[in-house]
T-cell receptor, first 114, second 115 residues
């Protein structure tokens, strides 16, 4: 039973295309996140949702649009892909927003923009 | 705002020995949590251990322990009896009470365990 799952695991696409990454968690958590890991392995938060409400939007280009249809799902849609969008994107979830709530990560989606 | 610094880009250790991975942090939050994650070459992020800023005792989880020194703002990870499978990238992270859940990560340390 995978706790946090993401699809697809790999995504190779051309510049200018639009793509989506899907995330689902079966932990019953209220909060979900998207993180970006760049080529130097640095991890930075992009978005967080709590009970389907956007909580954090961390200076991300508006080509990136998260959508949370329900508490268990958080999808990431990216318009007009650019070379600099190539990275690994991680979805994560936690019980809530408290400092002690551990975040559990999905396996990551490696996006390559050609 | 929070900041995490991991000053060791790479560390080497012999199998069965202990190793300490350094982490220092900076925050203005009165209450915060510190986390360590492991990222093996396969790429997933695995939660290892958590320490709360008001916890009286250092956290331990199996072979992992967190050496928390609040006055020095350090939260070092100690791995005892290293195994070959411990070879991975290790990230220190924190979230403050005003972070709205956001985890701030350090740059990571690559640990290599030699047989």
């Amino acid at each position: 039973d995978t706790a946090v799952s993401q699809t697809p695991k790999y995504l190779v696409t051309q510049m200018g295309n639009d793509k989506s990454i899907k995330c689902e968690q079966n932990l019953g958590h209220d909060t979900m996140y998207w993180y970006k890991q760049d080529s130097k392995k640095f991890l930075k938060i992009m978005f967080s949702y709590n009970n389907k409400e956007l909580i954090i939007n961390e200076t991300v280009p508006n080509r990136f649009s998260p959508k949370s249809p329900d508490k268990a799902h958080l999808n990431l849609h990216i318009n007009s892909l650019e070379l600099g969008d190539s990275a690994v994107y991680f979805c994560a979830s936690s019980e809530g927003l408290f400092r002690a709530d551990t975040q559990y990560f999905g396996p990551g989606t490696r996006l390559t923009v050609l | 705002a929070q900041k995490i610094t991991q000053t060791q880009p790479g560390m080497f250790v012999q199998e069965k020995e202990a190793v300490t991975l350094d982490c220092t942090y900076d925050t203005s939050d009165p209450s915060y949590g510190l986390f360590w994650y492991k990222q093996p070459s396969s790429g997933e992020m695995i939660f290892l251990i958590y320490q709360g800023s008001y916890d009286q005792q250092n956290a331990t989880e199996g072979r992992y322990s967190l050496n928390f020194q609040k006055a020095r703002k350090s939260a070092n990870l100690v791995i005892s009896a290293s195994q070959l499978g411990d070879s991975a990238m290790y990230f220190c992270a924190m979230r403050g009470v005003t972070s709205y859940g956001k985890l701030t990560f350090g740059q990571g340390t690559i640990l290599t365990v030699h047989p």
